[in-house]
């Protein structure tokens, strides 16, 4: 069993991202500590710099805590400044996509926290596509594991392939 206790001066990061816009530090807390049904991790952005697209989320909820730094949330069109100390609640809520973005010219850092719901389907407003995921780990490479991304007018009909 691990131990329930953590110190953030001891958690290792991992960069990850695509290109220009999207870039951050992650480092996984809840896996360090024997959550079971929350997933927690911290996340550095750098200026200008956001971790994952506008998105959101049908069955998991997630809080964000910003630590240090100041920024811009995105949420349902919206756009707000956020900084240290402040609570950010973004629902499972298809209407309610979000993002956080480091507009400033100091480090952003913040607590990401989510319900860990074993299936979900997020969508992505600004580029027009879906997600679905099935599996009792965050692990897309897991045995029961199911991750798919598409867009609409990719998919096929529900009798497609089937023979009559």
């Not at 530090?25 to 896996?31: E, Y």
């Not at 995105?74 to 309610?96: L, M």
Request: aromatic share 12%; hydrophobic share 30%; glycine share 8%.
């Amino acid at each position: 069993m691990s131990k329930p206790i953590i110190n953030l001066d001891k958690l290792q990061y991992s960069e990850f991202g695509k290109g220009d816009r999207f870039n951050a530090l992650r480092a996984p807390v809840s896996t360090q500590i024997g959550a079971k049904k929350l997933g927690y991790a911290v996340v550095k952005l750098k200026p200008g710099k956001r971790a994952w697209p506008y998105h959101s989320h049908h069955v998991n909820e997630e809080m964000f805590y910003v630590i240090q730094g100041s920024g811009t949330l995105r949420h349902a069109d919206e756009d707000y400044p956020i900084r240290a100390g402040d609570f950010i609640c973004s629902p499972a809520d298809p209407k309610q996509p979000h993002q956080i973005i480091n507009t400033s010219e100091q480090e952003l850092t913040y607590i990401a926290l989510g319900t860990e719901e074993p299936t979900d389907v997020f969508l992505y407003p600004d580029s027009g596509k879906y997600g679905v995921w099935h599996g009792v780990t965050r692990d897309p490479d897991a045995p029961d594991s199911f991750l798919v991304f598409a867009r609409r007018e990719t998919a096929v009909d529900y009798w497609d392939g089937e023979s009559e």
